[in-house]
């Protein structure tokens, strides 16, 4: 399996690996702004750790199959093999229902991911079709590692007044920082958050610009030294350098009805 490269020029380019269709590099000016882990696994099986895997369709610990569902799992097809359109580099992948999905979550599903590299900007859009005869819900997210310098320098904007559900400390609040900062392992799921998030502290000082489309919730995520210890596919001295900022619709379930689809994503754009 090897992983298809995004070329808009020479200065923009992505790379999605078809396990998970977990996009892997995203680099712009020659400056690698994804985080993956230097301890990544390959094989087939399991969830590459970093970049954007694809969350779909349950966020979260799962009763019916691995935690945060299949689809970051699966092998996904190349539906577009990449194309330079209108000033984009584009390519799709596509995920339907198998005898695999269908024996944990009985359900007809088509999954379409689009990448569309731009200039010092990515776009990641997830469509997701109820192809069956029958409703379903499903929680989604794109698992989003930034490469940052310093996490403890990184602030993140766009969660104050939010509703949050700190996972680490197993409390609900409200936060009331314009600006959250990470100096301990985070691990929040915001609720109907700012569509805009800006993220500080990316590679050579740069910052992310993330707009999200259909996706109301963020979670924000760092294991910090203790968990980054405890997973054997993360090097115990990453976590200083990477910050999750997750777009996802998580914090309710998502009805499909049959034959109707959620088109939803987010573009990432990073400046000086
Ligand atoms: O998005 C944050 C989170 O749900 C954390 O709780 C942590 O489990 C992280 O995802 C990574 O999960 P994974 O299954 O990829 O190890």
């Known amino acids: 399996m090897s992983t ?10 992505a790379q999605v690996h078809p396990h998970g269709a977990t996009l892997t590099s995203w680099k712009v000016d020659n400056q690698e702004l994804s985080f993956v882990s230097k301890n990544a696994v390959y094989d087939g099986k399991k969830a590459i750790r970093g970049g954007i895997p694809i969350v779909f369709p349950n966020f979260g610990p799962w009763d019916l199959g691995p935690q945060h569902g299949f689809a970051r799992t699966s092998l996904w097809k190349v539906a577009k093999e990449p194309t330079v359109e209108s000033g984009s580099a584009v390519a799709a992948f596509e995920l339907e229902d198998s005898e695999q999905t269908r ?16 200039d010092h900007q990515m776009e990641t859009n ?3 079709k109820n192809t069956g005869d029958t409703s379903f819900d499903f929680t989604t997210l794109l698992h989003t590692y930034f490469r940052v310098e310093d996490v403890t320098k990184t602030t993140v904007d766009g969660l104050k007044g939010c509703k949050v559900f700190d996972k680490v400390h197993k409390e609900t609040r409200t936060e009331d920082r314009d600006l959250v900062k990470i100096s301990s392992e ?23 610009t993330v707009t999200k489309k259909n996706l109301p919730d963020t979670v924000v995520w760092n294991p910090w030294a203790e968990k980054a210890k405890a997973m054997s596919d993360f090097g115990d001295d990453e976590y200083p350098y990477m910050i999750c900022v997750e777009a996802g ?3 309710s379930r998502c009805k499909l009805d049959p034959q109707q689809t ?9 400046k000086d």
Request: hydrophobic share 35%; net charge neutral; charged share 15%.
């Open 249 to 251: 619709h998580v914090a």
């Open 262 to 270: 959620y088109s939803c994503g987010q573009t990432i754009s990073i």
């Open 103 to 118: 024996a944990m979550w009985n359900n007809r599903f088509k999954l379409t991911y689009t990448v569309i590299v731009g």
């Open 126 to 128: 997830l469509d997701i």
């Open 186 to 208: 985070t691990d929040a799921v915001y609720e109907t958050t700012s569509q805009v998030h800006h993220i500080t502290g990316g590679p050579n000082g740069k910052t992310f």
């Open 4 to 13: 298809v490269r995004i070329v808009r020029d020479a200065q923009n380019e």
